[in-house]
């Protein structure tokens, strides 16, 4: 019997980015749902709790940063990394200290996404479209 893929939630105010990272990770197997807004993705972990949310740090309304806090006071389980494109000192640090698993900068390749959502969910690798790992196995 075949296990059940990671659920990644994908929140990100940017349609182009959500589209294409949803394309990439059901690409390598995974079950997505995205969201276009903070509010969304806290209002949606109140049906289905994603196994781990990409999850930008700039976006209108509620922050990423918010996001980080209310999950704490929540106590979800759901691993986060953080993607943002407006790096500056002491963020990343700031990021992992409110529990965010990850941290990647804007833009990013695939393999660096790849391998901080495998380091997420402690699942290793996923496989490239070709069936191949991300390793080149």
């Given at each position: 019997m075949q296990a059940v893929p990671p659920l990644i939630a994908v929140v990100d105010d940017e349609e182009p980015v959500r589209t294409?990272?949803?394309?990439?990770l059901r690409s390598?197997?995974?079950?997505?749902?995205?969201?276009?807004?903070?509010?969304?993705?806290?209002?949606?972990?109140?049906?289905?709790?994603?196994?781990?949310?990409?999850l930008d740090l700039q976006m209108p309304g509620v922050t990423g940063m918010e996001v980080l806090d209310r999950l704490r006071v929540?106590?979800?389980?759901?691993?986060?990394?953080?993607m943002t494109a407006?790096?500056?000192?002491g963020l990343k640090e700031s990021c992992i200290s409110k529990g965010a698993v990850g941290y990647l900068l804007k833009p990013m390749d695939s393999h660096?996404?790849?391998?901080?959502?495998?380091?997420?969910?402690?699942?290793?690798?996923?496989?490239?479209?070709?069936?191949?790992?991300?390793?080149?196995?």
């Open positions: 294409g990272l949803s394309r990439l390598r197997g995974l079950r997505v749902i995205a969201f276009g807004s903070a509010e969304e993705f806290l209002r949606g972990l109140n049906h289905q709790e994603a196994d781990c949310a990409l929540r106590g979800s389980r759901v691993r986060v990394v953080v407006h790096d500056e000192p660096t996404l790849m391998e901080a959502l495998a380091a997420a969910l402690g699942s290793g690798e996923f496989a490239k479209p070709d069936g191949r790992s991300d390793d080149g196995a």
